[in-house]
C-alpha cells in the first residue's frame, strides 16, 4: 500500500500499529543552452549553468491497523533552479505538503479507499511511478520532467481528490478512480466542476500491486504491463483571461516491459497521449492551452551485468514527440547512463537532452540539455 520508498526508519512500533520515516533528495547541476534572452528579442542567446536541489523529500508513514494507514510527504522542488520559485507548491524555494493521504481498506487489497493530495492516476509515467525508481533520470517532457510543465491540471502531479482502487485475480488486474478538484477558481473554472480521472492496467507476468510502481526493477521482477488511463474536465478555459469554455479530456495507452536477462536486465516503456483542449501549455513546445495534441513517449534501457566498482551501468535513450493540431512538431530525446550505488534510489546519473523543433519561433527554439544528478536517501 505504501510507495515505493528507499528504506524507511522504523521510529514506533507496538502491536499492529508502526510508524516510519524517511528522506530521499536529489542534487542536480545542469546546462542548458541558449536560455537567457540577454538582446530583448525574445530569443535565448546566452547559455547558463543552474545548480539546484532536484527533491528533497521528507515522508512519514504509519500503519493504525490492517485497515487503516496514512502517508505524508513534505518536499522541496527545483530549490536553486534559475527563473522559478512557487513556494506554495514547494517549488523554487520552501517545503510544501506534496502528498498525504489516508487509506482504508473496504475488502482487502481489492477494494480501498484514499482521501488526500496524490498522484493523478491518469499516466504510469507520472500517475503511477514513484520519481525514486525512474529509469531515466527524470520525468518525460510534458510531464514535468528535465525543464518543462505538466499538461493536465494539478498541483506538480497531484491532485487533491478522493480515489477508489484495488487489485484483484491475484494482483494482475489493477484499477483507479479518482474524483478531484482539476483546474480551481472562478477565472478557469466558474462553475465549480470537478475533475474524474482513472486508470486500468493488467500485469501478465509478475504483478504490480502497489501505490508507486517503478521505472525499472533492475532484474529483480518480470513484469508485462498494458495500462490506460483517462482524464476529464467539464466546461474549463484555457486561461483566466478567456472568454469561452470547453471540456478538458485525454486519454492514454502505455506498456511497460522489464526482463531479467542473467544477471541483466532490459527495460522498455512506451506510451501515447491524446489531449483534447490541454489545460497547460508546455515549455519549449507549440502546445499551449487549450490546444489539442498528442504525445508519444519510448524509453529504454538495459542493465549491464556484474558491478564495476561498489555499483552497476545501466544505459538509458528516451524520445518524445509532441503533434499539436495545426501547428509543428517538437522532439525531445536523448541518452543517460544510470550508476547504482545501492538500489533505485542511490545512484549517479548523467543525461543529453535535446529539443529540436520542426520549426524555430520566438521562445520555442531547439536547446541541448546536460544534467547531472547525484540521489540518496533512506
Known sequence: MFPA???SVEVYRQGEASFHVGFWGQAWYQYVDD?????????????????MTRRAYFYVKGIVNPWFSFFVHYAGDRIGQQDLDNPSVGLGSGLALRDGWITMKLAGEALMVQAGRMYVPFTRNYGTTSTKTLLTTDLDWGQGGV????????????DDSVCLWGNISGGKFQYRLMIGEGVEGSAR???DNLRFAGRVSVSLFDPETGWFNKGTYLGKKRVLSIGAGFDYQE???????????????AWTVDLFWDQPLGAGAI????AYIDIDHSANAVTWTYLSAGD??????????????????????????????????????TDVYGIGLNYYIKGLANKISLDLTFVDQDRESGSIQDHVIFTFQIAAGF
Open 235 to 249: 466546461d474549463i478555459k484555457a486561461t483566466s483571461s478567456s472568454t469561452t469554455k470547453d471540456d478538458y479530456s
Open 189 to 191: 473554472n466558474p462553475d
Open 292 to 329: 489539442d495534441a498528442s504525445i508519444v513517449s519510448v524509453k529504454a534501457g538495459y542493465l549491464f551485468p556484474g558491478k564495476i566498482g561498489v555499483g552497476q551501468l545501466q544505459p538509458f535513450v528516451h524520445y518524445q514527440n509532441f503533434d499539436v493540431d495545426n501547428e509543428d512538431d
Open 267 to 270: 527495460t522498455l516503456e512506451a
Open 35 to 51: 536560455y537567457t534572452d540577454t538582446d530583448g528579442d525574445g530569443v535565448g542567446d546566452e547559455s547558463i549553468n543552474d545548480f
Open 5 to 7: 520508498m528507499v528504506w
Open 147 to 158: 525543464r518543462s510543465g505538466i499538461f493536465y491540471p494539478s498541483k506538480v502531479g497531484r
